[in-house]
């Protein structure tokens, strides 16, 4: 069973680690960051008070970064992927707002899939001149339907 929780400080090595992870694995994914600066990174969010984490069985396997509208992080750990955890994690943040925005890489279809799966949809596509790891991506938008 998947149990979420708001993110504490001495979860940040946890973060970090899931974040090195995705980057390690994902052959078209520009490595920029050290481990360190992952778990520095994840800290930063924590001490936003932006994240939630997934759990199983006390261990975390994914978690989620949003200041509000702004969904800046939804990352889960690779042997815990295709398990629903990112959807819980995703509707836990759909629950709390109006309307939720995101960037995606135009490389990560598993991405692009999941969002558009989930009433997200494209916005805008950029060349990925303005972002850290310059490459192209894509702006999506999620708003609450009407009751």
Partial sequence: MTAL?????????KLGAILSEFVATTPWM????????DIAHAGQMIDAGRVT????????????ASDGQNLDALYVAKDARRAGIAEA???????????????????????????LKHG????TRTDGATNDERLP???????RKAN
């Fill in 5 to 13: 929780r708001a993110a504490r400080s001495t979860d940040a090595g």
């Fill in 30 to 37: 520009p490595h920029l960051h050290s481990g360190a600066e």
């Fill in 53 to 64: 984490v997934a759990e199983q069985e006390g261990k975390i396997v994914g978690f989620i």
């Fill in 89 to 115: 994690l995703l509707r836990h943040v759909q629950s709390q707002q109006e309307r939720i925005e995101l960037w995606t890489f135009q490389a990560n279809t598993p991405a692009q899939d999941f969002y």
């Fill in 120 to 123: 997200f949809v494209e916005v």
């Fill in 137 to 143: 991506d894509i702006r999506y938008s999620w708003q």
